[in-house]
């Protein structure tokens, strides 16, 4: 069914929210939910901003179950925060109900809205300026995850069925070149042989779980740079958002994934790949910055596979791009008709790359340990 443009007057009705609407902007830096900013006046000149998202049913086909688990998990994060004599307004998201009582708003061209604290006085980065900034994300993801390490993972909805399961993602790459459904196949086998050659890696981590030598945790599964925020004042990561993938995982996913976005040199979709590279400085800074916050609960195995974590993450994010590269762009949006092929590109010149400084990771590592 087409759907029709969005109402935005009955959306924004149909949450409890004070105060006299003032308008709203879009803010998309995802690749997968519609976010908007909308504003509300409490007193006049004084706005007060939220985020509205509509989630991406076709990628989350199960947005009830979802938001199930991000009003737990936000709940009880928000408890560990005021404990900790934080700002639960400011350091966790929060689900702000519907007119109904429910997390989301269900409109009557079925798409799926729901609404969160705008995180005040804070901004988003989409590459790394300053190290510091990286060392202050890392801090971030850290503490997220020692926040979550006593939550019952086995309460939690898997959103995305084997999210990380590397061997499963070049399982479709397998099917999508099979199918070719857009017919691009002839022209990336360089690319299909590139992930093809590396099948020995992509088992290695889900391997160590099944045979109980890494530990299964709650974790975020999308621990980009963007989504933290960072304090204006400070620029300590404040808060950690996208809160759509946490789910029962691997810690080595979150660092993993952190190193692939935020270390590199260039941005996903730099199509100038002599422009992107892992810098071992920014490694370094994140490695810092997760083992302080993070350290005291990692076990020996989960700090032993941190620098190999890095190249499989960013493996197999470049193995999904290309996949839906082939598959004719179904997933991840797109801006121009190979943004899905640049952005393998740039994953697979950083896995290259990283398997060329995979001592010198190691070496970081263990001086960040002792
Ligand atoms: C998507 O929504 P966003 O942009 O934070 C994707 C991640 C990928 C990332 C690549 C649910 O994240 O898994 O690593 O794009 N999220 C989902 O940029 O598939
Ligand atoms: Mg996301």
């Known amino acids: 069914m087409q759907k029709r443009n969005f109402n935005m007057d009955e959306i924004r009705e149909s949450f409890q929210i004070e105060g006299e609407y003032a308008g709203f902007y879009p803010s998309n830096y995802g690749h997968i939910n519609n976010t908007f900013i909308v504003n509300f006046e ?13 989630i991406n049913t076709s990628v989350f086909k199960d947005p009830v179950a979802l938001m199930e688990n991000i009003v737990n998990v936000t709940a009880y994060l928000s408890k560990i925060i005021a404990e900790n004599g934080g700002d639960p307004q400011r350091e966790t998201l ?7 009582g429910k997390s989301f708003y269900l409109d009557a061209d079925g798409r799926y809205w729901r609404l969160y604290n705008y995180i005040s006085d804070s901004y988003t980065c989409q590459t790394v300026g300053d190290p510091r900034i990286f060392y202050n994300a890392a801090k971030a993801f850290g503490r997220f995850q020692c926040m979550l390490s006593d939550y019952p993972s086995h309460t ?29 196949a002839a022209n990336v086998r360089r690319e299909i042989e590139f992930a093809l050659e590396r099948e020995s890696d992509a088992g290695m981590l889900v391997g160590l779980l099944e045979k109980g030598e890494l530990p299964l945790r709650v ?3 999308d621990t980009k740079l963007n989504n933290v925020m960072f304090d204006n004042g400070t620029d300590e990561g404040v808060c950690v958002i996208d809160l759509d993938t946490v789910m029962p995982g691997l810690s080595l996913y979150d660092f993993g994934d952190s190193i692939r976005f935020g270390a590199a040199t260039a941005e996903e979709d730099e199509q100038d790949l002599s422009k992107m ?33 890095a190249k499989l993450m960013t493996y197999e994010c470049g193995t999904r791009f290309l996949t839906d590269y082939l598959n004719g762009d179904t997933y991840f949006r797109t801006a121009y008709g190979d943004h899905n ?30």
Do not use: W
């Open 42 to 54: 409490q007193k006049p000149g004084e706005a007060k901003s939220y985020v509205l998202q509509e």
């Open 219 to 221: 974790t975020h599964n």
């Open 156 to 184: 939690l909805h898997e959103t995305i069925p084997n999210f990380h399961h590397t061997p499963s993602r070049l399982n479709d790459l397998k099917t999508a070149v099979e199918m070719n459904l857009s017919g691009r």
């Open 341 to 370: 092929l640049t952005r393998c590109r740039t994953q697979f010149k950083l896995v290259s790359d990283m398997e060329k400084m995979i001592d010198s990771m190691t070496e970081i590592t263990e001086r960040c340990v002792n």
């Open 94 to 100: 929060n689900v702000f109900p519907a007119k109904d």
């Open 277 to 309: 590279t892992m810098s071992l400085a920014l490694y370094e800074q994140y490695a810092k910055g997760y083992i302080e916050s993070a350290g005291k609960i990692l076990t020996e195995n989960e700090i032993k596979y941190l620098p190999f974590s």
